[in-house]
């Protein structure tokens, strides 16, 4: 498959292997390849974006809707996104302030049921299920730990009483789960940022690395 390429495909893995490495030269020093990749970058995100709000929202959420199926009430949603665009001209900037109210207010509601719902509900329903749940010695084992973190972490946020005493041990006790949490985090992001660095290592290693055996 290798030798079937053409220039176009030579061409993208070169453009590719040249973009990756003008990112990674920002480990030496700040440089104008790492600057021209993160603008490239920038812009090509930027447009994607505009491109799949456009589709995405505007055509298949406003205008095919309201053309296709009628639905003219949509013309008011429409017109509050309109108005987001005041802001570009400084004299009616204000008007602007009404669809952000809206749109502040609508979505403060939604992720509120959402976190309720998605959130709040299930955690607690995992924490109690966890006892109900739990079979063995090593299964009640966890699920005192999670109800004992779980108490621990909230009592650590409630603020209305000094830590003192018992609830200052317990709000110690919850900085150690905090601190776990953030552990596990952290290491799942480093983990993730691995294995994109490993991608991209393979593809200098073996398709930059197979052009380059081709041309040279």
């Known amino acids: 498959m290798a030798e079937s390429m053409t220039f176009l495909d030579h061409f993208e893995i070169w453009l590719r292997a040249y973009l990756i490495l003008s990112l990674f030269s920002f480990l030496y020093k700040d440089n104008r390849f790492y600057k021209l990749s993160e603008h490239v970058f920038a812009g090509l995100s930027a447009g994607y974006y505009v491109g799949l709000i456009w589709q995405t929202v505007i055509v298949q959420q406003l205008i095919n809707p309201m053309f296709d ?24 900037s204000w008007v602007s302030r009404v669809s952000l109210a809206f749109v502040i207010g609508n979505t403060a509601g ?47 946020f409630y603020f209305s009483k000094e830590h003192k005493g018992v609830v200052g041990v317990t709000a110690k006790v919850g900085i150690w789960f905090i601190m776990i949490a953030f552990g596990a985090h952290f290491g799942f992001t480093v983990m993730g940022r691995i294995s994109l660095l490993i991608g991209r290592a393979e593809f200098l290693f073996y398709e930059w690395g197979g052009s380059l055996g081709q041309i040279f």
Request: zero cysteines.
């Open 69 to 92: 199926e009628g639905e003219w009430v949509l013309i008011i949603p429409g017109m509050l996104g309109v108005l987001m665009f005041a802001r570009l001209v400084p004299k009616w």
């Open 110 to 156: 939604i992720y509120l049921m959402n976190a309720l719902h998605g959130l709040i509900f299930k955690q607690l329903y995992a924490t109690m299920g966890s006892i109900s749940n739990s079979n063995g010695f090593a299964g009640v084992l966890l699920a005192l730990v999670v109800v004992v973190g779980v108490i621990s972490t909230l009592v650590y």
